[in-house]
């Protein structure tokens, strides 16, 4: 099945695909809303869409390119305080399913340390998500910086 990336950097658009995306779209690319575009794009929609930025229209707009019947969009990005997310009701009677996850469902104690064995014994790839590296306090400011760029997937911090 095809791996449909939303993407407002193109920079980003060739890590996406060597990661498994088979298109990226930039909705600043077009002229009509994003889900127009991407549920035209699939005739009914996307089995699975996630919100990992915290916008509220961004997660209007996966709920609304999930797949009528069966799709399911979850939202990931923490939006700012105070803020809320509407849509019309039909985009849910019709089986759309809408969930939320905080650390990616994980229980801290018991799930995550299978996750770091996972990774210290080199069956779970993670590296490939860390594009610079800095050293120090003064490497907050340069971290921030990279992410503000558009050039940094993510940036770790080492003291």
Same mark, same amino acid.
């Given at each position: 099945?095809?791996?449909?990336?939303?993407?407002?950097?193109? !920079?980003?658009?060739?890590?996406?695909?060597?990661?498994?995306?088979?298109?990226?779209?930039?909705?600043?690319?077009?002229?009509?809303?994003?889900?127009?575009?991407?549920?035209?794009?699939?005739?009914? #929609?996307?089995?699975?869409?996630?919100?990992?930025?915290?916008?509220?229209?961004?997660?209007?707009?996966?709920?609304?390119?999930?797949? *009528?019947?069966?799709?399911?969009?979850?939202?990931?990005?923490?939006?700012?305080?105070?803020?809320?997310?509407?849509? *019309?009701?039909?985009?849910?009677?019709?089986? *759309?399913?809408?969930? #939320?996850?905080?650390? #990616?469902?994980?229980? #801290?104690?018991?799930?995550?340390?299978?996750?770091?064995?996972?990774?210290?014994?080199?069956?779970? !790839?993670?590296?490939?998500?860390?594009?610079?590296?800095?050293?120090?306090?003064?490497?907050?400011?340069?971290?921030?910086?990279?992410?503000?760029?558009?050039?940094?997937? *993510?940036?770790?911090?080492?003291?």
């Amino acid at each position: 099945m095809p791996a449909q990336l939303m993407l407002r950097n193109p !920079k980003k658009f060739e890590i996406a695909k060597e990661l498994g995306a088979t298109d990226c779209v930039n909705p600043k690319d077009h002229d009509k809303p994003i889900q127009q575009v991407l549920v035209g794009m699939t005739k009914w #929609g996307i089995d699975y869409t996630f919100d990992c930025t915290g916008n509220t229209e961004v997660m209007r707009a996966a709920l609304e390119s999930a797949h *009528r019947g069966w799709g399911e969009s979850c939202v990931i990005g923490v939006a700012a305080a105070g803020k809320e997310i509407s849509t *019309r009701p039909f985009q849910l009677v019709t089986g *759309r399913k809408w969930t #939320g996850t905080a650390f #990616g469902g994980f229980k #801290g104690r018991s799930e995550v340390p299978p996750l770091i064995d996972a990774y210290q014994e080199g069956r779970l !790839k993670l590296d490939h998500y860390i594009t610079h590296r800095f050293q120090g306090v003064e490497g907050n400011i340069k971290a921030i910086e990279a992410l503000h760029s558009g050039e940094c997937l *993510r940036a770790v911090v080492t003291y």
